[in-house]
């Protein structure tokens, strides 16, 4: 009988030891207040402009074409921008037809329709070549990108505005006043919702764009359901300068992330930025448009050298908040928001300033929430602890926008 019992128990603990050992789930950091800062370790209040100043000054010190430690491959690739060149002189122009496409997806193309009521601005296309002999040529093809050419600076810019034979659409972009009709007129422009871009240079390509957009069903109204841009410069591996952006606004969530990447031969600078956004979309290609969150998730860094800033602020149980044109127009919008919030800021490690508590109105009289919330700094040698509007005070006076 000894002899089974000690056989069961031997193989328990062997089956046991077996067993694997469940994943602990990791803890809600928006469900966790931060540490406050500590007196002689963190940042003081009054050092956030010097501070803020002296990671600007670096930034600009790194990113400078005079720079000696500058990426070899970039600065060849700034001296094809500079000077006079056609090449220049066009990757300026594509320069404005990119800030255009930001604005409104749009950019300078040709104008193909001119109605009573609406102005359509093409993708431009085709081919301009700039022979070493002087003045330029002009082929129609390709009809669905647009390519420059220039002999004398050994280089070829070049858009397909229609990878894999994907589709273009027409954003709406303001309005244009037409002087021979006295009104004013709707402005559309062609977007891509599938396009790349290159730039050669002595064979070599030196920076690289792809663009994608999924634009929906109400792309002039609530805007695209997801987008995605990436851009490197320099060199394809390991590229010295980069930059990715992606959006995203499904059912459930609306999320927004950053990246953007500079480097010298021995030198960095980074930024990233994450929006996620949880609740409920109403109407998303009606006239009664409204979103409602539930929870907020933001988080950020620069890290530029010797200066790291990371932001964290975590929203939670959001309740009585909606956006939409009706519930934005109503006074005291938010006087009724209920939910928590826990946020901090530090600088190299060390914190700045933390806020964490309900975001519900308190006893006050002013319908205006955030007197519940706990935020706390050190300042002048001390630990303060305030509510929102005493931080915005405090913050207003240091950057020169409140009053004692």
């Not at 330029?136 to 009809?143: E, L």
Request: aromatic share 6%.
């Amino acid at each position: 009988m000894k002899r089974t019992v000690a056989l069961l128990v031997l193989s328990s603990l062997i089956l046991a030891s077996c067993r694997p050992t469940p994943t602990p789930k990791p803890s809600d950091p928006g469900g966790v207040a931060p540490a406050a800062p500590v007196v002689g370790q963190s940042v003081e209040l009054q050092a956030i402009p010097g501070t803020a100043e002296s990671a600007a000054k670096q930034l600009i010190a790194l990113t400078d074409p005079n720079n000696p430690d500058m990426d070899p491959d970039l600065k060849a690739l700034l001296g094809v921008f500079s000077g006079t060149s056609p090449t220049a002189l066009n990757l300026r122009s594509l320069g404005s037809f990119g800030q255009g496409l930001a604005q409104g997806f749009g950019g300078k193309g040709k104008m193909t329709v001119q109605a009573l009521t609406t102005i359509q601005y093409a993708l431009p296309t085709g081919t301009f070549t700039y022979p070493r002999t002087g003045g330029r040529t002009y082929s129609a093809q390709p009809a669905d990108g647009y390519v420059i050419i220039s002999e004398a600076d050994n280089a070829r810019v070049e858009f397909n505005w229609k990878v894999g034979g994907a589709a273009t659409v027409w954003v709406n972009n303001g309005y244009q006043y037409n002087y021979a009709t006295n009104q004013y007129q709707q402005v559309q422009r062609e977007v891509p919702t599938n396009a790349r871009g290159s730039l050669t240079a002595a064979g070599k390509t030196v920076a690289g764009l792809t663009f994608t957009m999924t634009p929906g069903d109400c792309l002039n109204s609530a805007g695209p359901t997801a987008l995605a841009l990436s851009a490197w410069a320099g060199r394809a591996n390991n590229a010295p300068a980069k930059v990715d952006l992606n959006y995203a606004w499904t059912e459930r969530d609306i999320s927004l992330s950053g990246s953007a990447l500079y480097s010298t031969k021995s030198q960095k600078a980074s930024a990233d930025l994450k929006l996620n956004v949880t609740g409920t979309t109403s109407d998303r290609c009606g006239t009664a448009l409204s979103f409602t969150p539930t929870r907020a998730d933001l988080t950020g860094t620069l890290d530029v050298p010797s200066h790291r800033t990371e932001l964290a602020v975590y929203l939670r149980d959001l309740g009585n908040l909606e956006f939409s044109e009706k519930a934005m127009t109503v006074a005291d919008p938010f006087a009724k928001v209920s939910g928590t919030v826990n946020g901090s800021l530090k600088f190299n490690g060390a914190s700045v300033i933390t806020a964490s508590g309900p975001l519900a109105d308190g006893t006050d009289m002013d319908l205006i929430p955030g007197d519940q919330v706990k935020v706390q700094y050190v300042k002048s040698g001390a630990l303060i602890k305030t509510d929102v509007a005493g931080a915005m005070h405090d913050l207003g006076i240091l950057f020169g926008a409140g009053v004692n």
